[in-house]
């Protein structure tokens, strides 16, 4: 997957609709999906902006598998596309495991 594979269109609130459907791996993210980014706390922002575009193909891979439930494979992919874009150790494993223990709280999965 490489940045120019996404087309999105922006959205009021910090969304955006994809496109043209991309794929990573085995997930193909079809057009019309909309997201919000990365849903990080607004506290947060300053240090990792909800639509940065060093993660926000990640991000949409991520919100994109979480409604089919499959939460664990959700994680995992974000970790993966994290490292397929370079995306900082540091911002790669905060990322990824505020999403992993957000989702063995939230839904003990």
């Known amino acids: 997957m490489k940045y120019s594979d996404i087309v999105l269109q922006p959205l009021p609130n910090h969304c955006f609709k994809v496109v043209k459907e ?61 490292e397929c874009l370079n995306v900082s150790k540091f911002a790669k494993y905060t990322m990824y495991y505020a999403v992993r223990i957000y989702h063995i709280i939230r839904y003990r999965k």
């Open 22 to 82: 991309f794929i990573f791996k085995d997930v193909v993210v079809p057009a019309g999906f909309v997201t919000d980014g990365a849903s990080v706390p607004r506290v947060f922002w300053s240090i990792f902006p909800p639509n940065r575009t060093d993660y926000l193909p990640c991000a949409i891979v991520h919100d994109f598998l979480c409604e089919t439930k499959d939460l664990k494979k959700a994680d995992k992919h974000f970790k993966e596309c994290l």
